[in-house]
């Protein structure tokens, strides 16, 4: 099992730039496939950036495409999410997630662990 707590959330103007953080619990934080994933007010849950257990693979989602960049250090045991040139409609709770013996999937159903969240606010 695997304990998720996120940071870095915040009120930034639009055009700024937030750098989020997913901190792991448990020795086997390497082998996890992890994601975040963002819920605007009165909105589902929707993917946003994905990377493999051994951080060779990413993907994101076309809003955030070019915009954010996800990583990961295994050594510390934590995930980031650099979100750069952010918008209005970036504004939600941010969520990461593990899979385990995971590659990294846009797909929330095959996450089984999740962080509280964290807020992102952006003003126009």
């Known amino acids: 099992q695997v304990q998720l707590v996120e940071s870095g959330g915040g009120l930034v103007q639009a055009g700024g730039s937030l750098r989020l953080s997913c901190a792991a619990s448990?020795?086997?934080?390497?082998?996890?496939?992890m994601g975040w994933f963002r819920q605007a007010p009165g909105k589902g849950r929707e993917f946003v950036a994905a990377i493999s257990w051994g951080g060779g693979s990413t993907n994101y989602a076309d809003a955030v495409q070019g915009r954010f960049t996800i990583s990961r250090d295994n050594a510390k045991n934590t995930l980031y999410l650099q979100m750069n040139s952010l918008k209005p409609e970036d504004t939600a709770v941010y969520y990461c997630?593990?899979?385990?013996?995971?590659?990294?999937?846009?797909?929330?159903?095959?996450?089984?662990?999740w962080g509280q969240g964290t807020q992102v606010t952006v003003s126009a």
């Open positions: 448990g020795r086997t934080f390497s082998s996890y496939g």
């Open positions: 997630a593990a899979q385990p013996c995971g590659s990294g999937t846009s797909r929330a159903p095959r996450y089984d662990y």
